[in-house]
């Protein structure tokens, strides 16, 4: 491999100047010794793939790579105290290698790093340095933190250092003339600068909002919308038309609302984009929908499904036939719960075929569809043709209309296992969705074998969280009220604040879910009553346990807060 990357020339963000000459002798304080070096602890997987694929804790990985490397195991607020250094090391490079320089009070310089066998990259670190540097081991978690903390930190201008309002200062020309600055290196890097933080955030959506002095950027950032930067009012119009460039959409077009689409690279990882623009009385905004095309899938037990509704929800993935169902609203991982349900279908005795929009993961021995209705390829014309293929399971990505929810339920009686998705609030609304659409409720009670309610709540910061004794009294307020299925707890814990999670006291998410199991009750009653309320009441007696209830149960094992479980479930 070129090393010779790891030097940021030209790279604004990090400043200019030249490499340190080497300084001599110092391998042995930076690079693991090779050559009889014992297996690595990880029985062939890669540190971070293990860290990645759950099979043991960010902590619990970093302690055995310190022991087996024979390094120290740095301390976290340790290392945050002190400042970075990225002189002349392009950030990207660090941050992929999970390699974060420090100088130290005392002015030495110390490298952390996530996995010390990756001496290749180390020893390019050290060349770039050209001085002694003591190496010690953090969590691949902590690094991450630590390069978001840093970012959080810098200049917040310097993602639009490069692009001046003189650079896009005749900003209401022709359409040619907003082509010609979309496709000009100001703008094109200040949108890729955007991208890149997105991803780095972990961000779902960016939000690019024209106000009357200055375009705002913000990202949702599980599930709540942050502001970052301010952008130059000047520049929208050049920033709006590079989106629509990316999305093939018309630069032209500034009256009316657009949809589009993009697939590109950012960093590392290839996403899809979403793209919405709509006119505004201070200009057009846009707002873009990142789906991070990963090969990784979760196990059920990883995203937060207790033993009990995993094991209900593999009884229904393990009917011959019917419809199962996974509910919740736009952007609460009903996509990656099908998917990890279909990699536990998939074997070579069954047939899978999947329409989807878009294809978000790949699965080998999948053959999967994407949808494209421009040219007349729906979920429902895919889905009639999926018929003649010979398929036992069919997944369809989102039930979006009657035409589509006939053709999968006819599916599910004539011996095949259909596998979708509806936007309700709960199991329960699902069936009234049904009905809604038109389906007859005979036809609901024939075909449905189940459905998955699942909704996100924000876990909690577990360096910060604090015992809250008001909230456990309202909890167990609640459950007495509403007569609740669980045991409420002693302690709760609410959100604190501190640097590790930007004050918010929390950190990622984590799911919380309801399995309603059709029995011959509930199939009674869909039959012959249209209440809600009594469908829910015949679940209950089926063994379902609500979302509120798993969510309380979370809240007493200290994942999340009884305030975010209220928020999600209403």
């Not at 119009?237 to 630069?251: E, F, N, T, V």
């Not at 996974?326 to 719960?337: D, Q």
């Not at 999670?501 to 249209?530: K, W």
């Amino acid at each position: 491999m070129n090393w010779t990357s790891i030097f940021a020339k030209g790279d604004r963000e990090l400043g200019g100047g030249s490499p340190v000459p080497e300084a001599a002798n110092h391998d042995a304080a930076l690079v693991p010794v090779e050559g009889g070096a014992a297996p690595g602890p990880f029985a062939g997987q890669e540190p971070e793939a293990a860290w990645r694929d759950g099979a043991a804790s960010a902590d619990d990985i970093a302690s055995r790579l310190a022991a087996h490397h024979a390094m120290p195991r740095f301390g976290f607020d340790d290392v945050a105290g002190c400042p970075p250094h990225f002189v002349d090391l392009s950030r990207r490079f660090l941050r992929e290698a999970y390699a974060y320089p420090h100088r130290r009070e005392d002015g030495s310089m110390a490298i952390a790093l996530a996995d010390p066998g990756r001496t290749g990259a180390i020893r390019a670190i050290r060349l770039a340095l050209g001085q002694p540097a003591a190496a010690g081991v953090l969590s691949f978690e902590e690094v991450d933190l630590l390069f978001e903390r840093a970012l959080q930190q810098a200049d917040p201008d310097a993602a639009v250092a490069f692009a001046t309002p003189d650079a896009v200062a005749d900003q209401e020309g022709s359409a040619d003339d907003l082509k010609d600055l979309a496709r000009g290196a100001p703008i094109v890097r200040l949108i890729d600068r955007i991208l890149e933080r997105a991803v780095e955030l972990g961000a779902t959506d960016i939000h690019l909002e024209t106000e009357r002095d200055h375009l705002a950027v913000r990202y949702r950032v599980d599930g709540f919308l942050r502001r970052d930067q301010k952008v130059p009012a000047t520049m929208a119009p050049a920033i709006i038309s590079r989106i629509k460039i990316l999305s093939g959409l018309d630069i032209a077009e500034r009256r009316l609302p657009q949809d589009g689409r993009a697939n590109l690279r950012v960093g590392s990882v290839e996403a899809d984009l979403r793209v919405a623009v709509m006119p505004t009385i201070h200009g057009e905004t846009a707002v873009l929908r990142i789906l991070i095309k990963d090969a990784r899938l979760l196990e059920f037990g990883r995203i937060g499904m207790t033993a009990s509704d995993q094991s209900a929800f593999e009884a229904l993935l393990a009917e011959p036939h019917g419809i199962v169902i996974v509910t919740g609203p736009t952007g609460s991982g009903k996509t990656t719960t099908l998917a990890t349900a279909i990699s536990l279908l998939n074997d070579p005795s069954r047939k899978i075929v999947t329409v989807e929009d878009p294809i978000e993961y790949q699965l080998a021995g999948v053959h999967q569809t994407q949808i494209k209705p421009q040219i007349g390829l729906t979920f429902a014309t895919a889905l009639r043709s999926f018929l003649r293929h010979d398929p036992d399971v069919i997944m369809v990505g989102e039930m979006r209309d009657r035409e589509t929810v006939g053709i999968g339920i006819q599916a599910a009686l004539t011996g095949h296992l259909v596998l979708t998705t509806l936007h309700t609030n709960s199991a329960v609304d699902a069936v009234v969705r049904l009905m809604d659409m038109g389906v007859e409720r005979y036809l609901i009670g024939a075909s449905l074998r189940g459905i998955l309610g699942q909704r996100l709540v924000r876990r909690l910061c577990e360096r910060c969280r604090r015992p809250d004794a008001s909230m456990a009294a309202a909890a167990r307020d609640l459950v007495a009220q509403r007569q609740l299925r669980c045991e409420p707890a002693d302690t709760f814990y609410a959100p604190g604040g501190c640097d590790i999670c930007s004050q918010t006291g929390y950190r990622g998410r984590i799911g919380i879910f309801e399995v309603m199991r059709a029995d011959a009750d509930l199939h009674e009653q869909i039959r012959e009553v249209r209440d809600a309320g009594l469908i829910l009441e015949a679940a209950r007696r089926g063994g379902m346990r609500t979302m509120l209830e798993d969510g309380l149960d979370k809240c007493a094992s200290g994942l999340t807060s009884f305030e975010e479980v209220l928020r999600a479930t209403g």
